[in-house]
């Protein structure tokens, strides 16, 4: 298996532009994970999913963030319009929901937002 | 808000020392899992504790676990300069559904 994929992994955008990142799970996998991490804040989980249903977005920071899953095998986290405050690394992770959750992440996107 | 909470923040040992972090908690769980990190690159699974377990091995890492002190150590033995990374613990929670909850991350640095 290939492993979460995620693209893009590099993304520099000019504050006020659209953002869409994307992320294909693990085959298989019914929760996805998507996670923003700074050195200020460390790992936030901004949303998840179950069975491409969206279970908790409290982690979601404002209304200019929104994340959808139309498919078990994809899913975006939009960031629109994005703020220089907005730059980090983004994780999307997957994982088989069981009793132990272990969680696959993948390579991240690095966000710039200038 | 914050379910675990690693210590110490930083840690810098040479090869072949031993490292221990340690990760407390707040909740009941039903296990505890172990991450980690290296520089731009996403977290990677290491090794999970259930809440009926108190011990685990695997390879060179050993983890604890303690629920009356809601606390739990990851012991890397005879360490290598490849461990230099940041290590995470995390938890289940009951209002978590399928999500864990991940600390802030021990920095581990072992230089030759």
């Known amino acids: 298996d290939a492993g979460v994929i995620q693209s893009p992994r590099h993304e520099v955008t000019e504050m006020g532009q659209e953002v869409t990142l994307r992320c294909k799970p693990i085959s298989g996998h019914n929760s996805l994970f998507w996670y923003r991490q700074t050195m200020m804040r460390g790992l936030e989980l901004l949303i998840y999913?179950?069975?491409?249903?969206?279970?908790?977005d409290s982690g979601m920071p404002e209304d200019r963030f929104s994340a959808k899953m139309p498919n078990a095998s994809f899913s975006t986290l939009k960031i629109q319009p994005s703020e220089p405050r907005d730059s980090a690394v983004y994780f999307c992770?997957?994982?088989?929901?069981?009793?132990?959750?272990?969680?696959?992440f993948g390579p991240g996107t690095r966000l710039t937002v200038t | 808000s914050q379910q675990g909470e690693e210590d110490p923040q930083a840690l810098s040992i040479q090869e072949g020392e031993n490292a221990t972090m340690n990760c407390s908690y707040k909740?009941?769980?039903?296990?505890l899992q172990w991450y980690r990190q290296n520089s731009g690159r996403g977290l990677v699974h290491l090794i999970l504790i259930r809440s009926n377990e108190r011990e685990k091995h695997s390879g060179r890492l050993r983890v604890t676990l303690d629920t009356s002190k809601k606390s739990s150590s990851l012991l890397i033995t005879a360490s290598r300069a490849a461990d230099t990374a940041s290590y995470f613990c995390a938890t289940d929670a009951p209002q978590a559904g399928t999500a864990l909850i991940f600390g802030k991350g021990t920095t581990l640095s072992v230089s030759s």
């Open positions: 909740t009941s769980i039903n296990n």
């Open positions: 999913f179950n069975n491409n249903v969206p279970i908790d």
């Open positions: 992770a997957s994982s088989l929901a069981g009793d132990s959750y272990e969680q696959y």
